[in-house]
């Protein structure tokens, strides 16, 4: 996973940081007063979670017996 690719799909990582913890992206004061690692920490969460994010990035599941 890159960021480049994580970028690539920046409308769906804005969208689950609002539905998973209310984190409005477009709120300056918000995203001045907390630090990079801050919000690396929660999008690196959307990758481990069921979210659209994931979803976008994770493998097709194997079908057994193909």
């Known amino acids: 996973m890159s960021w480049s690719a994580l970028l690539g799909r920046w409308a769906l990582v804005e969208a689950d940081l609002h539905s998973e913890y209310g984190i409005d992206v477009e709120d300056r004061a918000l995203m001045r007063a907390r630090s990079w690692r801050w919000l690396e920490v929660r999008i690196f969460a ?5 979210t659209r994010t ?13």
């Open 46 to 50: 959307l990758l481990a979670a069921d």
């Open 54 to 66: 994931y979803r976008a990035f994770a493998p097709d599941p194997e079908i057994p017996g193909q």
